[in-house]
């Protein structure tokens, strides 16, 4: 888990502090799976005395080792935290991660997202292969895939390795790779043949648009997000809040949606107070096929322009 990006959108100075509510929403919103006792534990260890805020920062340092290495003579990290978490409960700490998901789950969400965003992740290892070899390093594979966009962590790298290993075994073969995870969309030789037939792509079980359109056809679920955005409307009503400029500020090059911590920072800038679970929720609700949050119609749905 990269812990940095859940904290710094709320940071928006970059002072290495925020409040404690908004650490709060980020460890809730992440699953971490803290009861309020013990994010109140947390802060009262991390916070300023001077400014009451947290500093997530001497946090990370001491709950990710890639953050900052130990020295000589330095405490191991399991001590650094335990002296910072004395009279938490038994059982204290992040939930567990997911379970590492199959190759074919992998590879379907690999292609999900490459038709999603037209991506020609081809072109990015023939560059690597000045001889046309067919194989890059292991290096560059992970090279070539950072620079298509593809962010994956170290057991999905590990596992992209392993399962297309070139026959000499120095390297892994990109061809077999892209061959995989290409739509028929992009089928290889459709700009030979550009009247050949290809079948629109349809994400799989594992891609989150399928998890999207349940949770937008559950009724239940639909009639808790109508009274939380029947309140937001309200309260914007009621106190003449103008709310899209608080976003902009936040999209800098106008697309239209921000990440789900600027949404709930923007909220929180607005003092459109949300329980966590209502803020997330509402993200549900406006959630874009990249998880990301399309505030323009989440605007219109509680400041609906007037006729």
């Known amino acids: 888990i990269l812990l940095p990006p859940f904290f710094k959108d709320f940071d928006v100075h970059n002072t290495g502090q925020i409040t404690a509510s908004r650490l709060g929403q980020a460890l809730t919103r992440h699953g971490f799976g803290l009861s309020p006792q013990e994010i109140q534990t947390v802060v009262n260890a991390y916070s300023d005395p001077r400014t009451r805020d947290v500093c997530y920062r001497k946090l990370i340092r001491d709950v990710d080792e890639t953050e900052a290495p130990p020295g000589p003579g330095s405490p191991p990290a399991f001590e650094t935290v335990q002296a910072h978490t004395q009279g938490l ?48 390093t292991k290096a560059k594979f992970r090279t070539g895939l950072d620079v298509g966009g593809m962010k994956l962590d170290e057991r999905s790298l590990s596992m ?50 399928k998890s999207m359109l349940q949770r937008q056809n559950d009724p239940n679920n639909d009639a808790l997000v109508d009274a939380i955005l029947a309140k937001l409307r309200t309260a914007v009503s009621t106190h003449r809040i103008l709310i899209k400029p608080v976003f902009l500020d936040f999209d800098k090059i106008r697309k239209g949606h921000v990440s789900p911590y600027q949404f709930a920072a923007a909220l929180d800038r607005l003092h459109l107070k949300l329980h966590p679970e209502e803020c997330q929720k509402v993200v549900e609700r406006f959630e874009t096929v990249n998880g990301d949050v399309n505030y323009t119609h989440f605007c219109a749905a509680i400041d609906p322009p007037t006729a």
């Open 160 to 209: 992209l390795e392993d399962a297309f290993v070139c026959a000499s075994g120095e390297g892994v073969d990109y061809i077999a790779f892209t061959t995989a995870v290409t739509p028929d969309m992009q089928n290889r030789d459709l700009e030979k043949n550009p009247s050949k037939a290809c079948a629109s792509y349809k994400p799989g079980s594992s891609h989150p648009l």
């Open 89 to 136: 409960p038994i059982g204290y700490g992040f939930t567990q991660p997911k379970p590492l998901c199959s190759l074919d789950e992998l590879i379907e969400e690999l292609k999900a997202k490459i038709a999603r965003n037209s991506i020609r992740l081809k072109d990015f290892f023939v560059d690597a292969d000045k001889l046309r070899k067919g194989w890059v």
